[in-house]
């Protein structure tokens, strides 16, 4: 990937813009003035769906409520984009086993999501949702992943966090260890914090606790809220330090999963996912008495997800619709383009490629989540079920999808 991005900017990509902030910072160039890319329609160029194809949202299907175990999608939008024509929430999801949930990231609007979907006390004004959330994890550390980790941390002492029964424990990747590589030419740019400059989850955690020093400390002392570290605590999911000490020349090394979580209710596992320069980029494995759900993060097709899910009974997968990135950087492409197009299919899975990573693993129910655009109809991700054998359901933001048979008691 390294190579075509080189050889895309001496075939004339000449300038950053925005198409990173579409998809999450993954590719941060967009096509110069040179190249016949730029050609794009205003419509493609927003990011927006062009009006035609732009469909109201769909009422979220509520058939898995009365399980024990099930899955909540919080929010179902791809990328930091705040897409037009969409009531769609950021990236994130929840999953319920009894009366205590677990958080898989933590996406623009995850707070109020918890409480439209009825978690924990969520009727109780200061008492919930929060009251019952047990452990949130992060699949990678771009913000549209954990934007909101900081609203659960903050607000959330005044939406359930000071009656949680232990402290939240918080699990994400660790410190990339280096910089990513510079895309581009020179001048090589400024780097932020550079005396941190990859902070890790733990890291971070700790850094947000700093920088809202000011308000947890007024709401501590004048409202006795209970102090941060009684209330939740960050970890970086330990990998060994062989798969993490190259992120740069080998950030997708092939490995089996690692177990790193276990309560009285779930067992978590991670493994790494391709979606460079993010590094760590990690997917999860959730194994409950019920079942099993696996979460792709963000990822293009990648062998240790397949492993990871193998015989789960569902998979959450992100996509993204080939036809719009076409629209986006449309044919004819020359050198430049054709790096770029590629560079940011190297990122994420398209539809066409879905389906055929759940039958490999052998999963009966494939869920679409992290849906970019954010605003295509809902047929257009349906495609994804001439390529897959298995229950597809395109998701919606506060679906809930029962695991195995046991219903609520
Ligand atoms: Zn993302």
Known sequence: MCDLVSHALRAGLDRRAALAGLLGGTAALTVGAATPAAAATPAAAAGQAAPEQAAPDLPP?????DHH??????????????????????????????????VIDAGYGVGPQLRRAKLGTW??????????LRAIFLTHLHSDHIVDL???LTEGLANGLPQV?????????????????????????????????????????????????????????DNRRPVPSAVYSAHDVPLPAHLVADPNGNPHPRMSPVPFYE???????????????AF??????????????????DTSPSPNLVELARDAD??????????????????????????????????????????????????????????APGNWPEHKWRRAQRHYSGKLIVGRDLDVVGVGTRKRT
């Open 150 to 152: 900081n609203n659960l």
């Open 263 to 277: 309560d009285d209710r779930v067992r978590v596992s991670a493994t790494l996912v391709q979606h460079a320069p």
């Open 61 to 65: 299907r509520q058939s898995g409520s």
């Open 165 to 221: 029964d232990r402290p939240v424990q918080i699990w994400g990747p660790g410190d990339r260890g280096a910089l990513p590589p510079r895309f581009g030419p020179p001048p090589t740019p400024p780097v932020t914090a550079p005396d941190n400059p990859t902070p890790g989850t733990a890291d971070m955690v700790g850094l947000l606790i700093r920088a809202f020093a000011t308000d947890i400390n007024d709401r501590v002392f």
């Open 123 to 132: 009727d109780d004004v200061d008492g919930g949702p929060l009251n019952q």
């Open 314 to 371: 569902i998979l959450v997968h992100e996509v993204m619709d080939r036809e719009w990135l076409e629209g986006f950087i449309p044919e004819p492409r020359d050198d430049a383009a054709e790096a770029l197009f590629q560079h940011i299919l190297t990122a994420h899975t398209v539809v066409e490629d879905v389906g055929p990573i759940a039958d490999e693993a052998g999963v009966p129910t494939l869920v679409l989540t992290h849906l």
């Open 280 to 297: 760590p980029a990690l997917a999860f494995r959730f194994d409950t008495d019920d079942g099993s759900v696996v979460f792709s993060g």
């Open 69 to 102: 175990t099930r899955l909540v999608l919080l929010g179902t939008s791809g990328g930091p984009a705040w897409w037009p024509g969409t009531t769609r929430q950021g990236i994130a999801s929840a999953l319920v086993v009894g009366d205590r949930y677990y």
